[in-house]
């Protein structure tokens, strides 16, 4: 394709961008664990890298923190690395053409942080939030919010008007090379899927630049994990040039083309395990992407301080190396060849994960699942896994036993089990694994169960639609009080619908309230959008949040480098001036930009947010006993030709191409 950089090519340094790209770096995870100091080890890792190859910006697509309200200790961790890695004296070699009161309205310092006049910052750090430090509480505040107060990092969109999302791009130049950062930060599968649908999700372009490199920044899912819960890969905006996808943490840092499409996805993935499945057994990356006019050009360097981690399987019935003894339990035999497996397969393949690194973690994770059809083939695993209590850092999870039903090997290819979450909700809520539409996704598990003639009444005063509302409310933002809340709320309502009637005995009580559900069931829309906005209230009273659980289930040389001109298409596997510019003054002082891009028309958006207090009240116990997918936008037209001022078209005001 036209503008590609070859391997070859000597591009001027002054005309070339230099960009460091992670994400899902999770700070904090396992922090009182023996693992505690994992994810800060290879953050650290990081942020040496771009200090040592002198790149321009490092850009994260989201997770930082693994917790929505990370320890102070986290915090601290994190301030600290960056203050060593990011400040400095060395000026910056681009301009940043956007208004900042623009691209920065959702933060209190609007100004981006290398033209802060009370700071120096050599290495600048931009990033989006994901779903794990996604705000919360009153006046939706997360932990990007107080980065960049500090102004360590430049967090950019964030978007809190659900009913329609217009981005704005952040505008560089460097040289001849203009370079366009779109950014969204995480929104609910679901619900970007509707607005996506719906046509209102809107890239906004500048009219005033010519040529320009867009990149995109996004944290959601890529895999279909459910219908409407992922970002077709094929439907983004066809005029981007290069996709960060965030949120997946199986490392695919090779840049992939969707089809017939211009742009080139890249994922990283984590740089730190969180959940023990094969995606998170890849190799860890992290990339330099240079970016020369339209063309670019991505080197992937290899993590060294990464832990090493063995993902394995066996299929005790198709294995023939499992000798049977006739005068030995079969079980016995099974646990004596899982042993040696362990012993000499997994902890030799996890040694030659050793890199030499003094900082890298040496005990490493193990996972190896034991597939089984027969009761007799089981055996004691807390009693094998103790064996390994000083030699692995996970031994009291290293192995998980699972039973293989009838007809299930034609469907599941045991290489690409990913992890255990469908083995725990199949014995969680009674599900057979031979029905193979209830695991796509655990709501939908939820949802089948309590459809079943003999459950339909268990849920009386909690509903359905709270019970999972709640549940993802956990499982994403890690708010441990998403359960208690929503029952406390719907005691309420429930209450206030009691005390409209007249009512005299017990029964009646269990009769109204049975007709209270019968109502809200039939009106299940409105009350997911009243659920919705209560877990989202800004008036929820906030506790600190357990540990978050991850549910990630995704599917070399450091100078190898890789050209978006020999791409393979593969499937799925989760101002100032310018600073050391030509014509620049030195100094830190702010530069002119051109008359053309000094001001920006911006686009208004209000994003009004209400909701009521729940009060709490106490109920009798008494009355509690009764019972087609479419593009962002199909086609968007190039670049007009400057004008006096620049002027932001959203693709919803564009002529096709």
């Known amino acids: 394709m036209s503008g590609t950089m070859n391997r070859g090519d000597d591009r001027p340094e002054e005309d070339v961008f230099k960009i460091l790209i992670a994400t899902d770096c999770h700070l904090g995870y396992e922090e009182k664990s023996n693992r505690g100091e994992d994810s800060f080890t290879t953050f650290e890792e990081i942020l040496k890298y771009g200090k040592l190859h002198s790149v321009d910006f490092i850009l994260l697509g989201g997770d930082l923190f693994h917790d929505n309200k990370p320890s102070q200790a986290t915090v601290m961790k994190c301030m600290n690395l960056l203050r060593k890695y990011c400040l400095g004296t060395k000026p910056n070699k681009f301009q940043f053409l956007s208004d900042p009161k623009m691209i920065f309205k959702h933060c209190l310092n609007k100004t981006v942080n290398f033209e802060d006049a009370n700071l120096n910052v050599e290495i600048p750090v931009f990033s989006i939030h994901g779903n794990h430090d996604d705000p919360s509480g009153p006046g939706q505040i997360g932990s990007l919010d107080l980065l960049s107060v500090t102004g360590l990092v430049n967090y950019f969109g964030k978007w809190t008007n659900l009913n329609e999302v217009q981005l704005a791009p952040l505008l560089f130049r460097k040289g001849c090379t203009n370079l366009a950062l ?32 867009n990149i995109f920044v996004l944290h959601q899912n890529r895999a279909k994990h459910a219908e409407n819960a992922f970002v077709p890969e094929e439907d983004l905006p066809n005029f981007f040039d290069f996709v960060l996808w965030g949120h997946e943490h199986e490392c695919r840092i090779e840049t992939e083309q969707v089809g017939k499409k211009h742009y080139h996805i890249c994922q990283p993935g984590s740089p730190v395990a969180t959940s023990l499945c094969q995606g998170e057994a890849v190799p860890k990356h992290i990339g330099i992407l ?30 023939n190396d499992i000798k049977i003894q006739p005068l030995e339990k079969l079980c016995n035999t099974i646990e004596y060849y899982v042993d040696n497996y362990i012993e000499n397969v ?33 055996f004691d695993t807390f009693r ?31 290489d690409d089990c990913d992890d255990d979450t469908d083995a725990i909700m199949e014995e969680a809520l009674g599900c057979d694994e031979d029905e193979p539409e209830w695991n796509k996704t655990v709501q939908g598990g939820i949802r089948k169960y309590f459809a079943a003639g003999n459950k339909k009444h268990k849920l009386t005063v909690l509903s359905l639609t709270g019970l999972n509302e709640a549940l993802s409310q956990f499982v994403n933002k890690g708010d441990s009080n998403a359960f208690d809340d929503i029952i406390e709320h719907q005691m309420k309502k429930t209450l206030e619908y009691i005390s409209s009637k007249e009512l005299e005995t017990r029964e009646e009580i269990a009769d109204v309230i049975q007709e209270f559900r019968n109502e809200r069931d039939n009106t299940n829309e409105n009350e997911e959008n009243q659920v919705r906005d209560f877990l989202n209230s800004s008036t929820r009273r ?27 298409v593969r499937g799925r596997g989760r101002g100032r001036r310018a600073r050391g510019r030509v014509g ?29 207090r729940a009060t709490k009240t106490k109920l009798t116990e008494s009355a509690m006993q009764p019972a087609k997918q479419t593009s962002i936008a199909a086609h968007f037209p190039k670049s007009q030709k400057a004008s006096s001022k620049p002027i932001y078209i959203s693709d919803s005001d564009s002529n096709s191409d």
């Open 182 to 213: 779109y950014g969204l930060s995480y929104i609910k599968d679901q619900r970007l899927s509707r607005l996506m649908r719906d046509g209102k999700v809107h890239m906004l372009r500048t009219n005033e630049i010519d040529d320009c490199f």
């Open 290 to 319: 240079k970016v020369y006019k339209t063309g670019f050009q991505l080197q992937k360097h290899k993590l060294k301080t990464v832990r090493p981690f063995v993902f394995d399987t066996i299929n005790v019935d198709d294995n």
């Open 346 to 378: 997994m902890m030799q393949t996890a040694a030659a994960q050793l890199s030499g690194d003094p900082r890298q973690p040496t005990l490493p994770l193990l996972r190896l699942r034991v597939f089984y059809t027969e009761e007799e083939q089981k």
């Open 384 to 414: 094998l896994e103790q064996k390994y209590v000083d030699q692995v850092a996970n031994s009291g999870e290293i192995i998980r036993l699972r039973k293989k039903k009838s007809g299930w090997a034609k469907k599941v290819d045991f």
């Open 542 to 568: 906030v506790r600190q949040p357990a540990a978050n659980l991850d549910v990630d289930d995704t599917a070399e040389d450091d100078c190898a480098t890789k050209s978006n001109e020999d791409n393979a």
């Open 584 to 612: 620049a003054a030195s100094g830190r002082g702010r530069a002119k930009a051109p008359a053309s891009i000094s001001a920006s028309k911006t686009v208004l958006i209000d994003s009004p947010t209400k909701s009521t």
